[in-house]
T-cell receptor, first 114, second 114 residues
Framework: RKEVEQDPGPFNVPEGATVAFNCTYS??????FFWYRQDCRKEPKLLMS???SGNEDGRFTAQLNRASQYISLLIRDSKLSDSATYLC???????????????FGTGTRLKVLA | DAGVIQSPRHEVTEMGQEVTLRCKPI?????LFWYRQTMMRGLELLIY????????DSGMPEDRFSAKMPNASFSTLKIQPSEPRDSAVYFC???FGQGGYEQYFGPGTRLTVT
């Protein structure tokens, strides 16, 4: 099983729709979680951190479910400009080697259609 | 504020040649990460440094790859000799601290080895 798994999509949704992505992780001791956005041929950019209590930033809501080991990203009133690949990022707990390795999912591709 | 700076942005080279990729992290950040991204494998962590010291190089594919960070504002990733399977986008990212802090990515170097 992969450490971080995402549905690759693509998710094709009309403008104004609400869309949600999930990301599952295998290490129950994982500590930090993020969503990054990556546009075609560009670098990943931080979209938002994911807090235990859930958090919202405008049209975007992120939630963490530790019991089921997944995080989610909800986008409301989707815009054409939301079309991108969304990467889930998990930081496991400090390993025996003392490293802080961030694990990236392979991304979920979203296409918002006019 | 200047973000993470990478050079060159594009590199085309012949198999067997040496390739050196360069990165300048965000000023004040003390962790630096080198990633490789391909369609097949997604974003893979190659190596990361904290306070200029290599902490985890378990992702470096083989001895042909080496990375250095001689000071807080500069790092290099070298491939010698290069092979066609090394063709990918190589990203450098930096963050403040090691754990739980978001990473900021440079624009990447698109490497093509023919």
């Amino acid at each position: 099983r992969k450490e971080v798994e995402q549905d690759p999509g693509p998710f094709n949704v009309p403008e104004g729709a609400t869309v949600a992505f999930n990301c599952t992780y295998s290490n129950s001791a994982s500590q930090s979680f993020f969503w990054y956005r990556q546009d075609c041929r560009k670098e990943p950019k931080l979209l938002m951190s994911v807090y235990s209590s859930g958090n919202e930033d405008g049209r975007f809501t992120a939630q963490l479910n530790r019991a089921s080991q997944y995080i989610s990203l909800l986008i409301r009133d989707s815009k054409l400009s939301d079309s991108a690949t969304y990467l889930c990022v998990v930081k496991p707990s400090r390993g025996t080697s003392g490293t802080y390795k961030y694990i990236f999912g392979t991304g979920t591709r979203l296409k918002v259609l006019a | 504020d200047a973000g993470v700076i990478q050079s060159p942005r594009h590199e085309v080279t012949e198999m067997g040649q040496e390739v050196t990729l360069r990165c300048k992290p965000i000023s004040g950040h003390n962790s630096l990460f080198w990633y490789r991204q391909t369609m097949m494998r997604g974003l893979e962590l190659l190596i990361y440094f904290n306070n200029n010291v290599p902490i985890d190089d378990s992702g470096m594919p083989e001895d042909r790859f080496s990375a250095k960070m001689p000071n807080a504002s500069f790092s290099t990733l070298k491939i010698q000799p290069s092979e066609p399977r090394d063709s990918a986008v190589y990203f450098c990212a930096s963050s403040f601290g090691q754990g739980g802090y978001e990473q900021y990515f440079g624009p990447g170097t698109r490497l093509t080895v023919t």
